[in-house]
């Protein structure tokens, strides 16, 4: 009898168990989670603090007793706190009654997840400690920024990646007083060039948002009356200012969880788990190991537009990646297809959805990348009603390769990046887009559909400068 060790529950976990069990449900799969529930979306939080949320039971879309009828035994509340993968065995501990007991496996899965980026600022422990400052990633830290926000006035929202926007979006939505505070030039930068990130900008100002972009936070100080006196309120100070609020939440992205593990396997820098294409990890040597996976955002993901493997964690990696270890976990059968970290957020009214790389990024990895930009109405004029869509494509210059894009409109457009992921995976060039049979209906798009418009854009620029430049 075969025994497997899954180690972390939330999304990577929950589909792994689920697909060995399938694969292999004469199997032993033990689960190890030391919260209390599994499969929590978290990336609903922010429309749970906008009260945009039907009931938090359907943010969960598993249970452990779902996982138990599937065949698995889930130690629930149960803190691994040693991982021997040479000698497979691990030592987890009951939360509740604090004894620690020794488990051996034949088979190892680590789906341990992220932590939210809490980096070395002077005060962020202690403004945490007292609750002044809050994370935000699981179910717990989601309980306590609705409670918190329900009874404030004010709020920093640190970090303007997708977490952080959507947190600021909401808040401000209730009437909350928001400042946006990031160390980049601006909001979502590593997401979207400034040609959409400038009307997110718009956006946020014209619903009140104060931005404070371009701005490395140095310390967080309890707020103090003008008699001297500490209040509940907390101060963040950044290099250029300082900005009072009655709460700070922490948007600064994700770290892996691997400290477990880091020495005894392959990791990038930063400590995630780098895994093949089979989801199999490896040791510090690159020795593949057959009965050593990992997936979600603990790993690497092959990133499609590089062709590297990068840390990219996302849920929709997290899944797809986890699947396939219950298909591999016997003999190496079936490739991941990679990623193009396809993605979308919805800020006020406007619709933003994106695939792939921006130009700054593919500049930032010193590739020869060229971009073209459309805004164009995306249904025709006669409609009583249409709206523009500014749309941007970066591709290489001399292959025409299609590396990403962006899409940014008062409309759905978000199918739009989807569309831009299967090209990338399947390696279209500008040219090959351009030629793409699509649909048109008035009531959904003109007869050439604004991806089109943009693929013909931007065959059309490359055509000419490589004309120009003789090549």
């Given at each position: 009898m075969t025994t497997v060790a899954v180690i972390g529950c939330t999304h990577a976990g929950t589909f792994a168990a689920t697909s060995i069990l399938r694969n292999h449900p004469d199997w032993t799969v033990d689960v190890f989670e030391k919260n209390d529930n599994i499969s929590f979306l978290s990336c609903g939080i922010a429309l749970?603090?906008?009260?945009?949320?039907?009931?938090?039971?359907?943010?969960?879309?598993?249970?452990?007793?779902?996982?138990?009828?599937?065949?698995?035994?889930?130690?629930?509340?149960?803190e691994v706190n040693d991982i021997n993968v040479k000698g497979k065995k691990l030592d987890a501990t009951d939360l509740d009654t604090g004894k620690s007991k020794q488990y051996r496996f034949d088979k190892l899965v680590i789906t341990t997840g992220s932590s939210p980026a809490t980096p070395?600022?002077?005060?962020?422990?202690?403004a945490l400690e007292s609750g002044r400052a809050m994370l935000c990633k699981d179910y717990n830290d989601g309980k306590r920024i609705v409670e918190r926000t329900?009874?404030?006035?004010?709020?920093?929202?640190?970090?303007?990646?997708?977490?952080?926007?959507?947190?600021?979006?909401?808040?401000?939505?209730r009437g909350i007083k928001v400042t946006l505070v990031d160390a980049l030039p601006h909001v979502l930068d590593n997401n979207y060039d400034e040609n959409v990130t400038g009307q997110a900008e718009e956006a946020y100002r014209d619903h009140g948002v104060t931005l404070a972009m371009n701005q490395k936070v140095v310390a967080f100080?309890?707020?103090?009356?003008?008699?001297?006196?500490?209040?509940?309120?907390?101060?963040?100070?950044?290099?250029?200012?300082?900005y009072t609020a009655d709460l700070a939440v922490m948007g600064a992205g994700f770290v892996p969880n691997t400290t477990l593990v880091s020495s005894q396997l392959r990791t990038l820098g930063y400590g995630a788990i780098i895994v093949d294409r089979y989801m199999r990890a490896a040791t510090p040597e690159n020795d593949i190991l057959d009965d050593v996976?990992?997936?979600g955002d603990c790993a690497t993901v092959h990133f499609n537009p590089t062709n590297s493997d990068e840390y990219r964690p996302l849920a929709t990696n997290a899944i797809r990646e986890a699947l396939l270890i219950g298909e591999n976990i016997e003999e190496p059968t079936k490739q991941y297809a990679g990623t193009q970290a396809t993605s979308a957020i919805q800020?006020?009214?406007?619709?933003?959805?994106?695939?792939?790389?921006?130009?700054?990024?593919?500049?930032?990895?010193?590739?020869?990348a060229q971009a073209a930009t459309i805004r164009?109405?995306?249904?025709?004029?006669?409609?009583?009603?249409?709206?523009?869509?500014t749309a941007t494509i970066v591709y290489e210059r001399i292959t025409g390769r299609?590396?990403?894009?962006?899409?940014?409109?008062?409309?759905?457009?978000?199918?739009a990046a989807n569309l831009i992921s299967v090209a990338i995976q399947a390696g279209f060039t500008v040219d090959q887009l351009a030629g793409t049979d699509m649909l048109f209906q008035p009531n959904f798009d003109k007869p050439v559909n604004f991806v089109s418009s943009l693929a013909m854009a931007a065959a059309a620029k490359r055509s000419k400068e490589l004309k120009t430049a003789g090549e």
């Open positions: 749970w603090a906008g009260n945009h949320v039907s009931s938090t039971e359907k943010m969960f879309y598993s249970s452990p007793e779902e996982l138990e009828k599937a065949g698995a035994h889930m130690h629930m509340r149960h070395f600022i002077q005060g962020l422990r202690e329900k009874s404030i006035k004010s709020v920093v929202v640190v970090g303007a990646g997708y977490i952080g926007c959507e947190l600021a979006e909401q808040l401000s939505t100080r309890p707020e103090t009356n003008r008699d001297g006196v500490e209040s509940s309120g907390v101060t963040v100070v950044t290099e250029l200012g300082e996976f990992a997936a800020l006020y009214d406007l619709s933003m959805s994106s695939s792939g790389m921006t130009l700054d990024l593919a500049n930032r990895r010193h590739i020869d164009e109405n995306y249904r025709p004029e006669f409609m009583l009603s249409t709206t523009p869509v299609i590396l990403g894009a962006q899409f940014a409109a008062k409309h759905d457009i978000s199918m």
